[in-house]
Each structure stands twice: as C-alpha cells, then as structure tokens.
C-alpha cells in the first residue's frame, strides 16, 4: 500500500486513529464496568467516535442520524430503564463455571481471527480498487433521493417495524397485565 | 480517498463485532447484554457505511439506516421485557431466565 504524505492525509490518519482508539476503548469500557450505568455511557462515546468515522466517509446524513437516534434516544432510554430498575452490579468474569468464560473467549477470538483473515485475503483484491465519489455523496439531499424513490417499500416496511415494536413495548410494560 | 484504505475500516468494524460478542458471551446482567448487542450492530452499520463509501452505492447507507431502526426497535422491546421482569421481582441474570411464560 502506497500512502501518499500529503498534510491532508496526515491530518485525516490522525483523526482516524483517535476515533478508532477511542472506538475500542470504549467498547471495551461498556463490556468491562460493573456498574450498567457506566456501560451506557461509554457507549455515548463508542457511538460519537463512530460518527466521526461515518464522516470521515462522507455519509453526513448517517453520522446525524447516529447521533440523534443512538446517542439521542436509544442510551437515553437505557439510562432510563437503568435508573428505574436500580444498582445491580455484576463483575464480568464472575457468573458461571469456568469453561463457560474460556468457551466465551474461545468463540469470540475464533470470530476476531476468521474476519481479519477474511479482510486480509480481499484487501488486495477487490477492495484495493475504490471508486471516486461526487460532492453530492452522502448528503442528506441525495440520500432523501435514493430513499424515497428507490427503496421506498424498504422504508415502508422500516416505518411499520418500528410502530409493531413500539406496541410491543407498551404491552410488555403496560400496567394492567397482572402476574400471574 | 484521503487517510485509511477501506480495508482499515472494514477490520476496526470486526474487533468491534468481536468485543461486542465477547460481551454478549461473559457479561450476566441482561441490560449490559442488550448495551454489547448495540456494538455489534454498530460494527455491522460501520462495514456497511465503509463499503457503501468504496463501492459508490448508496444501498449500504439506506441498509445502515433500517439497521438503526431495527435496533431501535429491538431496544423497545428488550427494555420492555426488563421492565416487566423488574415488576415481578424476578431477577434480571441471563441464566437464570429460562422461561418467558408470562
């Protein structure tokens, strides 16, 4: 892989880096706090990290979107629902026999090895060609366009997902269903 | 494109999946379960967005966005089912929810 110095690039690999390092910090943060509330807000900083990444590949639209869903509404829902079920702390390593963590581990390191193998092979293949893109890529403008006429159906589907789930979560939480 | 090659995002979005399964594996507490399942659908969103950028198809982008709204919904779901679990003193352990009879 030829890199070429120009300051722009140096510029851009930097704020690359610091998002990715702060990307994995803080996955690993949410995965390792005792405390649920920790972990919700690590994942603010996952999910602002990876905006950045988001426009650093111009796609404005998702980055602003990811913002305003995820770190808007999802982990304020979170924090919500923690606060409302209250402290319970938990240690990582700490539930279940002992070959139940080392299978853990196993399988995640296995999955780890297979997609940098798997990324590795095609990295000199079909993704070393990339295409050049317009301004127009990634704006909110252009990917209204796309949305609305050709994924239309797509977004119909997406809107009534959402409506089914959010009837689900009122049932599920409703007051007059009684224990049985 | 200036900075990394899309090889570079596509294997930060997999030591993500990684981590995020890892959590799902070990943790017990079924709110730090569904918090790993949100990295992985983030990793998922972030491969997508990177080749969507490589490729020029705006396909991937449209896909990341009905993957936010998915998970959205999941999370309604899954925090309903902790609220109701919570209101019947039962305990939120993963292990020890084996039935979902109501």
């Known amino acids: 892989m030829i890199l070429a110095f120009s300051a722009s690039n140096v510029v851009v690999w930097i704020v690359w880096l610091a998002a990715a390092f702060a990307c994995l910090g803080s996955a690993v943060a949410v995965i390792s706090f005792t405390n649920p509330f920790y972990s919700a807000l690590a994942l603010i900083g996952n999910l602002g990290s990876l905006a950045v990444m988001y426009l650093l590949l111009s796609a404005e639209f998702v980055a602003a979107a990811q913002v305003l869903v995820y770190a808007g509404a999802v982990v304020v829902m979170f924090l919500f629902v923690i606060a409302y079920v209250g402290p319970r702390r938990e240690t990582p390593w700490s539930g279940g026999p002992g070959w139940q963590t080392v299978g853990a581990v196993a399988a995640a390191g296995a999955l780890l090895v297979e997609i940098v193998v798997v990324v590795g092979m095609q990295a000199s293949g079909s993704l070393s060609h990339e295409t050049k893109v317009g301004a127009e890529f990634g704006t909110p403008a252009w990917i209204g366009r796309i949305f609305l006429v050709d994924h239309l159906f797509a977004f119909e589907i997406t809107s009534v997902v959402l409506l089914i789930a959010a009837m689900g979560g009122v049932i599920l939480g409703s007051h007059t269903r009684r224990a049985t | ?102």
Do not use: K
Not at chain 2, 31 to 39: G, H, M, Q, R, T
Not at chain 2, 40 to 64: D, K, P, T, W
Not at chain 2, 69 to 90: H, M
């Open chain 2, 1 to 102: 494109m200036l900075g990394p090659d899309v090889a570079w995002y596509v294997a930060l979005s997999g030591v993500l999946f990684g981590i995020g399964a890892l959590g799902v594996l070990i943790r017990r507490n079924t709110l730090v379960v569904l918090l790993s399942l949100e990295l992985m659908l983030n990793a998922g969103n972030l491969s997508l967005i990177a080749l969507s950028r490589h490729f020029h198809n705006g396909a991937g982008q449209i896909f990341a966005l009905a993957v936010m709204a998915v998970a959205a919904s999941e999370v309604c779901v899954g925090l309903g089912l902790v609220v109701a679990l919570n209101r019947r003193n039962l305990s939120l352990d993963v292990d020890t929810l084996s039935e979902l009879r109501g």
